[in-house]
């Protein structure tokens, strides 16, 4: 399975850093940003990171809530976004259901994808984009989804 863009974005529930249950639902009428990421703390997945730290304020002035996910545990999130001054969700795919869900398929053959969904206030899936290598080109091809409206 997975996420057709022009789609409604299929709802999920999962534990964030916090300790609460995301639910998808939870943000219909903003924009949403679900970016699955392959672990916390790796040179990649920092850069990207931070690179959505670094322009939180722009997503969240453009009405968008930004959620990283990958299939580390709730206590890796807590570190990972307390060692980087994280602001926004972290969420825990522990066993890989939602990412295969989503159809966030492994890259170079083994680790886990790095994929980013822009998702409409109305819940509608406008955007997907892929790239292992290019971590921080993830959240600029987010925000110009979010002001192309």
Request: hydrophobic fraction near 35%.
């Amino acid at each position: 399975m997975s996420v057709d863009i022009g789609q409604p974005a299929p709802d999920f529930a999962l534990p964030s850093q916090t300790g609460e249950t995301v639910h998808l639902s939870d943000h219909r009428g903003s924009w949403v940003v679900v970016y699955f990421y392959p672990a916390d703390d790796t040179p990649g997945c920092t850069a990207e990171a931070c690179s959505f730290r670094d322009s939180y304020e722009d997503f969240t002035d453009a009405g968008a809530v930004v959620i990283g996910i990958s299939g580390d545990s709730v206590e890796s999130h807590v570190k990972f976004a307390d060692k980087h001054h994280l602001p926004f969700t972290l969420l825990s795919d522990g066993d890989g259901a939602l990412r295969k869900a989503w159809g966030v398929n492994k890259s170079l053959g083994v680790l886990p994808g790095r994929v980013t969904y822009v998702i409409d206030p109305e819940g509608v899936l406008r955007s997907r984009f892929s790239s292992q290598l290019r971590p921080k080109q993830h959240k600029a091809e987010a925000l110009a989804t979010i002001r192309g409206g």
